[in-house]
């Protein structure tokens, strides 16, 4: 489990203005609120005085209480317990065949004009899914015909068109180096099923047609970004242009990365889900007298070299603020048959190749607090029978305290 203490005593004995204030240009109303609410609750998070639940025993009345916790994309432990319970949920939806993961980037000169405008992020996503639906569906082929056949008509797909896949997209917004760094990271099934629901499997990718595709499109969505000004926009024109005037080809690994084994999705999901923009060990040193920090981080441009960076704490504040998204953005994206809604006939197609790991375990929270206290915090440890909810107490400080008692 992380430790939140170093990040949290920051963020509780700085004043945070000047930060929030560096950052507002990028920001609207309504998204610098949510920060400000984050971070409200971040510092309250496990404080017992804000907010609390407890179950007691029916028979000896032993009672059990336990704090409640922020979920805020700020708090390292709040966030690595997200990751893992999302990981291990998903993972029961996954099928048991090979896929990839691949990595989409995005051109320096383009970033800034994303932080302008976040939705393009999203946008990003679904023009991740257009580009393997092409792969996928073959439509290079279909564009070829000489003879024009609608996509209503029956023998618009051959059988050998592999109509479902799936694919899994979880953005990024941050480098080792804290710095905006926005990318996509997407797990792509490597096979899928026919017009006739058999499993076909993908043979490999055109990686010319899969780069000159991210290109247009990352372009076109920089240019009808909705951006705060004319100037801006003007400019995000200009960047577009010089891209492709001098021929910037948009990095992206396609190759080497396959993932075999459930276990490995596990361990690729869990790298690349919601968390803190930096992980609590990498922070080497805090100088409460200067108002300074020091990480370190593996410089990708550098051979991985460990490198260490030291920050005043207006600007680390700052930048771990800067990649904060919008209450209810989605970070992660998922299509084709690892959607949430799909057909009765794919989900029977499915059956057959899910991943058998379903097994029934323990939550988390009451797995590490087992390993820690001894007992089951749902379980009375003198009667062996399961706690009943007793009473619920909240008071964020922004809206009125709820303490409420059950029967």
């Not at 409200?40 to 179950?55: A, D």
């Amino acid at each position: 489990m992380y430790n939140s203490n170093k990040i949290k005593s920051i963020f509780s004995k700085y004043i945070l203005t000047n930060s929030i204030n560096s950052i507002k240009p990028y920001f609207d109303k309504k998204h610098i609120e949510h920060i400000n609410h984050s971070i409200h609750n971040f510092l309250n998070c496990g404080n017992l005085s804000k907010g609390f639940i407890s179950y007691r025993c029916s028979s000896c009345n032993f009672q059990h209480k336990m704090k409640l916790t922020c979920k805020s994309r700020l708090c390292p432990s709040c966030g690595y317990n997200y990751s893992v319970n999302w990981t291990n949920s998903i993972l029961k939806q996954f099928i048991n065949i090979p896929h990839r993961h691949v990595l989409f980037t995005v051109p320096k000169e383009f970033r800034k004009f994303i932080a302008y405008d976040r939705s393009i992020l999203s946008k990003m996503s679904k023009a991740i899914n257009d580009i393997f639906k092409y792969q996928f569906h073959n439509i290079k082929d279909k564009v070829k015909r000489k003879i024009y056949i609608p996509k209503s008509n029956p023998n618009y797909f051959t059988n050998s068109d592999i109509i479902n896949y799936g694919l899994i997209t979880v953005i990024h917004t941050f480098g080792r180096n804290l710095k905006f760094n926005p990318h996509i990271h997407a797990i792509i099934s490597l096979g899928g099923f026919n017009k006739k629901f058999q499993y076909k499997e993908l043979k490999y990718f055109h990686v010319p047609s899969i780069a000159n595709q991210w290109k247009f499109s990352l372009c076109k969505l920089i240019s009808n970004a909705n951006y705060p000004n004319d100037i801006i926009k003007i400019q995000a024109k200009k960047a577009v242009s010089n891209v492709y005037d001098n021929d910037v080809r948009l990095f992206f690994n396609v190759a080497g990365n396959d993932i075999n084994n459930p276990k490995y999705i596990i361990k690729y999901l869990g790298r690349y889900l919601s968390r803190v923009p930096i992980a609590e060990y990498k922070i080497v040193n805090i100088d409460f007298n200067k108002n300074s920090l020091t990480f370190k981080f593996e410089d990708l441009s550098n051979n991985k070299e460990v490198t260490y960076s030291t920050l005043s704490f207006k600007d680390f504040v700052a930048k771990v603020l800067f990649h904060l998204p919008l209450k209810y953005f989605k970070m992660i994206n998922r299509y084709g048959f690892y959607a949430r809604r799909i057909s009765s006939k794919v989900k029977m197609s499915l059956f057959y190749l899910k991943a058998q790991v379903n097994k029934k375990s323990l939550s988390l929270f009451r797995k590490n607090f087992k390993e820690l206290w001894d007992f089951d915090p749902f379980m009375c440890p003198h009667c062996n029978i399961y706690l009943k909810r007793y009473e619920l107490f909240i008071d964020n400080g922004l809206s009125p305290p709820i303490h409420k008692f059950y029967n």
